[in-house]
């Protein structure tokens, strides 16, 4: 029989089961469960491209035809290469550092289609999927990573905020804006407005994230927590965070929690729109667990290969997000191979751009650190910028004689 997995224990146990420890086995079951994703997860796609039925949220995606599958696979083919390019180029030192994506994209593209243009998101800092469905130009994202700039793009046309890199902040930034949206009556109908955050497992482990569950949870902010369980933080891997699947974690604060399959878009679209919905209709804050994984390092400064074992990666690439929705669309002749070359050339050409903005971006002037500080102007900043200039200046003085 196999071994169950080790749970916590309930009030009223008693204090034998209070001390009681996770046996061998029972670790290794929860490894396991872990791995598989568990009984409990939400997928409608499986990794093989097989549609699962599902009574609960088959109405999220009704008006997915072939042409919207199509699109949401050349979203993911051209973030993929978009994120291969972007690391290569880090590699060639055109880049000082690179956060990859790989494996990520149907959670960052299922969840970015499901909002609307008023909603907001929210990300960390791995979220280019995320950025390239709120419409941000992804050269944009380049100058953080060239370290030429802070970010890029106007995050309120975009409905995308900054990078954030403080591990959970976010959170609360999203919380507070979730509040707002709130006080102002912009929920209470379809037409309503969400905030969706982005945030790791290991965030999990960070008290601004339990802070933020707690204020939204308190004044029904329409707040979706959108937790790419992508197995690892940094090194630690998730049972260092928990002995709970994530998702279960929200019922401690008062809200729903789901697990959902992070390699199936169409089920991250599905579960986001309906926790969206949850939001925008005043019933919200909602746990979104997308499990997944991270297929590559964890920033081009990091090398897996110290702390996982390679199996663990062999594995998960039979789960891979695309694959399984190019084999859903072959299998049931909604694309041919003309369709297939087709992406695959843009999507070439896609980083072939990105690829040429890079090698020629501008170095910003040196001032620019002073830009962006306040909406209007700030005296004090302003004489700091003459001050940092007039210093610069002496420089290229002294270089003259
Ligand atoms: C407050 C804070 N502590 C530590 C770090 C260093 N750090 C950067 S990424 C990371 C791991 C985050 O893991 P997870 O939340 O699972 O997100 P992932 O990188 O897997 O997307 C840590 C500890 C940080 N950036 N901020
Ligand atoms: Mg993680």
């Known amino acids: 029989m196999p071994s169950e997995q080790w749970t916590h224990p309930e009030p009223g146990d008693g204090p034998a089961a209070v001390a009681a420890q996770p046996s061998p086995e029972q670790v290794i079951a929860g490894l396991r469960a872990t791995s598989e994703g568990g009984a409990e997860l939400t997928q409608l796609l499986t990794p093989e491209g097989e549609r699962v039925p599902s009574p609960q949220f088959d109405k999220y995606v009704e008006d997915v035809d072939a042409e919207a599958l199509r699109g949401l696979y050349r979203d993911m083919v051209l973030v993929r290469r978009a994120d291969r390019e972007a690391n290569a180029m880090q590699r060639q030192g055109q880049l000082g550092i690179w956060v990859p994506l790989l494996g990520q994209e149907a959670a960052q593209i299922g969840s970015g289609r499901a909002l609307k243009a008023h909603d907001m998101a929210f990300p960390s800092y791995r979220e280019h999927g995320v950025a390239y469905a709120r419409g941000v130009d992804m050269k944009d994202l380049l100058g953080i990573f060239r370290c030429t700039d802070h970010s890029g793009w106007d995050y309120q046309r975009h409905g995308f905020h900054p990078y954030t890199i403080v591990i959970g902040n976010q959170v609360l930034n999203a919380a507070g804006y979730a509040m707002g949206q709130k006080f102002e009556g912009k929920v209470g109908d379809d037409d309503g407005e969400a905030t969706i955050v982005y945030f790791g497992d290991g965030a999990t482990s960070q008290g601004d994230v339990h802070e933020g569950f707690v204020w939204a949870a308190v004044y029904d902010a329409p707040l979706v927590f959108f937790c790419q369980n992508n197995q690892w933080a940094i090194s630690e891997p998730t049972e260092r965070q928990s002995r709970l699947p994530l998702y279960q974690r929200a019922r401690g604060y008062g809200f729903p929690g789901i697990r959902v399959d992070g390699n ?44 996982r074992l390679s199996d663990e990666l ?12 190019r084999a859903y669309l072959a299998r049931g002749g909604y694309a041919d191979q003309a369709f297939f070359d087709s992406v695959q050339a843009d999507a070439d050409a896609f980083a072939a751009d990105l690829r040429d903005y890079t090698f020629n971006m501008p170095e910003p002037p040196p001032d620019r650190i002073f830009s962006n500080v306040y909406a209007e102007g700030n005296p004090l900043l302003e004489a700091q910028r003459e001050e940092f200039l007039s210093y610069l200046d002496g420089f290229v003085s002294a270089g003259e004689h």
């Open 264 to 307: 199936d878009v169409l089920a991250c679209l599905a579960v986001s729109r309906w926790a969206l919905d949850e939001c925008r209709h005043g019933n919200g804050p909602v746990l979104i667990e997308a499990f997944t994984y991270r297929m590559d390092a964890h920033t081009t400064t990091d090398d897996p290969t110290r702390y």
């Open 314 to 325: 062999e594995e998960w690439k039979l789960k891979d997000p695309i694959e399984r929705v």
